[in-house]
T-cell receptor
């Protein structure tokens, strides 16, 4: 298996633009997690899905952020409109089941909002 | 006070030394994760623990649920162990420590 795949690896955009980050979990994994990492705040859980259903989105910073998982092999994290403070590395991770299995992380998407 | 505290923040060791990184948490948890983040940014899950001890190669992780404390040990450290080690606790969500930056010098 290729592991968790994220795209793009780098994204530079201007304030106000819509940004879409993509994630393909490991085949057979039922749980998917979106994280954000910044120098100031470290790693933070944004949202996670079990069997394509969002379970906990309490970490999503505000309404500008939304995440979807239309099927077991694909998820998106969208920021609309983007702001400079959204600049961070966004990681996607998957596991067999949330809470009971280790998570496998994707390479991350480095987002810069100018 | 952070819910997950790691110590030390930075650690420099000579190759071959025994390393210990500590993690204390203040919330109830269902599991604790140790993650390794390489200088290039990639994150690897090292261990997931809910009790006792786990060993993988030169790495050992222990957890004491009563004391809400976990340790990550590296035996015979090597320069390639240089990375940031992050403790994360899981209950309904995930809370992360600030990380311990380890540098192992040859």
């Amino acid at each position: 298996d290729a592991g968790v795949i994220q795209s793009p690896r780098h994204e530079v955009t201007e304030m106000g633009q819509e940004v879409t980050l993509r994630c393909k979990p490991i085949s057979g994994h039922n749980s998917l997690f979106w994280y954000r990492q910044t120098m100031m705040r470290g790693l933070e859980l944004l949202i996670y899905f079990n069997n394509n259903v969002p379970i906990d989105d309490s970490g999503m910073p505000e309404d500008r952020f939304s995440a979807k998982m239309p099927n077991a092999s694909f998820s998106t994290l969208k920021i609309q409109p983007s702001e400079p403070r959204d600049s961070a590395v966004y990681f996607c991770a998957s596991s067999l089941r949330a809470g009971t299995n280790e998570q496998f992380f994707g390479p991350g998407t480095r987002l810069t909002v100018l | 006070k952070n819910e997950v505290e790691q110590s030390p923040q930075n650690l420099t060791a000579q190759e071959g030394e025994f390393i210990t990184i500590n993690c204390s948490y203040s919330v109830g948890i269902s599991a604790l994760h140790w993650l390794q983040q390489h200088p290039g940014g990639g994150i690897v899950s090292l261990f997931m623990l809910s009790s006792g001890k786990k060993k993988h190669g030169r790495l050992i992780a222990t957890i004491n649920i009563q004391e809400k404390h976990s340790s990550l040990h590296i035996t015979a450290s090597h320069p390639r162990d240089s990375a940031v080690y992050i403790c994360a606790v899981r209950n309904n969500d995930m809370r992360f420590g600030a990380g311990t930056r380890l540098t192992v010098k040859p």
